[in-house]
C-alpha cells in the first residue's frame, strides 16, 4: 500500500505501525507517483527493506499536526514557547496494547515509533531537567527562559525553518525555537518570574480573591492597579494591534559564568516597525544580578505595506549580547501592525 499525504498534510510524513506492507509519501511526492502511473500502461513498483537514512534536509521542520498560534486565550502571550523532536520517535511500548493502537491487532513490541505533542513533552521535560541537575537554585520561570532564549529558528543548514509546505515558518509555528540543550544549560541571562509576578498576571486577566486562593494557597488582594499583561516577565514580546507607541518593560538577571559583563542589545525589526531598547546596554557586576530594560514600538514613517497573512503580523527578534560569542540571549519579536483604510 502506497499511503499518499492530501494537500494540507504537506510533506509530514510518519512511522505509522500499518497492518499492510505500505510506505508513506508526501503530497509532492504522491503527485510525481500519480503522474508517472498515468505515464505508463503498465506502471510497476516495489517496496525494498526499510533502512534508517541519516542527515535528512530540511530538518528539522514543523509538522503538520503541530499545534499552531496565535494565543486565542492571551494574545499578548506567544504560544507554542518552543518546538522539539515530536515526529517518528522510538519509544518503549506496553504490551498490553498493539503498535497499531488497534484491538484487534495481535502484534506486540518493545518499542514504537510515536509522533505528536506527547512526544515533544518528553524531550522538553529532559531538558528542563538536566537544566534542574546542573542548576538546582533556578525557579521554574528561570528554566524556561534558558530553554526558550537558547533556543534556535534556523535549520541544520543555518537556514530558516519551514513548515510543512516548505515555506518559512513563523514563531506562530515554533515559538522562540527549536530546543537546543547544551545552550539551555548556559543561558547568560534569564527572564526570571516569582509567584507574585504570576499572580498579578492573574489578576489583570480579572480572576477574583477566591479564584487567587485557589492558586495561592493563601488568600490573596489583588494591587488597585494591576501590572498590565505586556508586563509579564516573559521571554518573548508580543504586541497585539499596534495603533500607537507602546513600551514594555521586562527584567533579565546575570546567571553567569562571568561576575561582570555587559551585554549589547542587537534588534532585527519587524517589517514597518520602529523598536527602541532602553538602556540598549545592560552592565551587570555579579552573578544574580537583576536588571530592567524598556521596549517600544512604533509604526515606521512612512508608512510601509501591511504584512500579508499571519493575521497582519509581523515578526523580529532582540537579542542580548556578550560580545563573546558564547552568549546569545535571543527573544521574538511579534508586532500586529494596523490595517491601512
Known sequence: MVLVNDEDSGSTVTADAHILPALHISYTDGLALLAYIKS???????????????????????????????????????KPDVTAPGVSIIAAWSGQAAPSDRPWDPRRVAFNAISGTSMSTPHVAGIAGLVRTVHPDWSPAAIKSAIMTTATDLDMEKRPILDPFLEKATPFAYGSGHVFPARALDPGLVYDASTAD????????????????LFNGVP??????????????????????????????????????????????????????????????????????????????????????????????????????????????RSPLLVQRPRIV
Open 198 to 213: 504570576y499572580l498579578g498576571f492573574l489578576c489583570t486577566l480579572g480572576y477574583n480573591a477566591t479564584a487567587m486562593e
Open 220 to 329: 490573596y488582594q489583588c494591587p488597585a492597579s494591576p501590572v498590565a499583561v505586556q508586563d509579564l516577565n516573559y521571554p518573548t514580546f508580543t504586541i497585539p494591534a499596534l495603533a500607537e507607541p507602546r513600551t514594555v518593560r521586562r527584567r533579565v538577571t546575570n546567571v553567569g559564568p562571568a561576575q561582570q559583563t555587559t551585554y549589547t542589545a542587537a534588534v532585527v525589526e519587524p517589517v514597518g516597525v520602529q523598536v527602541t531598547v532602553t538602556p540598549p546596554t545592560l552592565a551587570f557586576g555579579a552573578v544574580g544580578e537583576e536588571k530592567e530594560f524598556h521596549v517600544t514600538f512604533a509604526e515606521k514613517v512612512p508608512v510601509v505595506p501591511r504584512p500579508e497573512g499571519a493575521g497582519g503580523y509581523a515578526f523580529g527578534a532582540l537579542v542580548w549580547s556578550d560580545g563573546t560569542g558564547n552568549h546569545q540571549v
Open 40 to 78: 505508463t500502461p503498465t506502471p510497476s513498483g516495489f517496496i525494498t527493506k526499510a533502512r534508517t537514512v541519516v542527515g535528512m534536509t530540511p530538518a528539522p521542520i514543523m509538522a503538520d499536526f503541530s499545534s499552531q498560534g496565535p494565543n486565542i486565550l492571551n494574545r499578548q502571550i506567544l
